[in-house]
């Protein structure tokens, strides 16, 4: 599945079967701010949330900024996969 950076709404989407998966963001100058991360139950057990975040985290990666990780799914993303948080600046 291939998410896509909606600037336009702040979040990093996936939709299937017609249903969305995001993770909600806000860029506050040299941060990535991660808010909130959403994904239906008929694609949950999927790694889909982990899609979004990883794809988050390559994304501030590219752009030189730091991650904000204010979900909780984030932070436990980032712990779980650390050989990834080892690559970004998580503030």
């Known amino acids: 599945m291939t998410v896509i950076d909606n600037t336009s709404e702040q979040r990093f989407e996936i939709t299937a079967e017609d249903a ?3 993770l909600a963001y806000h860029r506050d100058a040299e941060r990535l701010v991660l808010v ?3 994904v239906p139950d ?3 057990r ?3 949330g982990g899609q979004l975040v990883a794809t988050a ?4 990666i590219a752009s030189n900024l730091t991650v ?3 979900c909780p799914f ?5 712990v779980a996969n650390p050989t990834t948080a080892e690559r970004v600046r998580i503030g």
């Open 20 to 22: 969305l998966a995001y």
């Open 36 to 38: 909130h991360t959403f």
């Open 42 to 44: 008929a694609m949950r």
């Open 46 to 48: 999927r790694g889909i």
């Open 57 to 60: 985290v390559e994304t501030a």
């Open 68 to 70: 904000v990780p204010e």
């Open 74 to 78: 984030v932070r436990a993303w980032l």
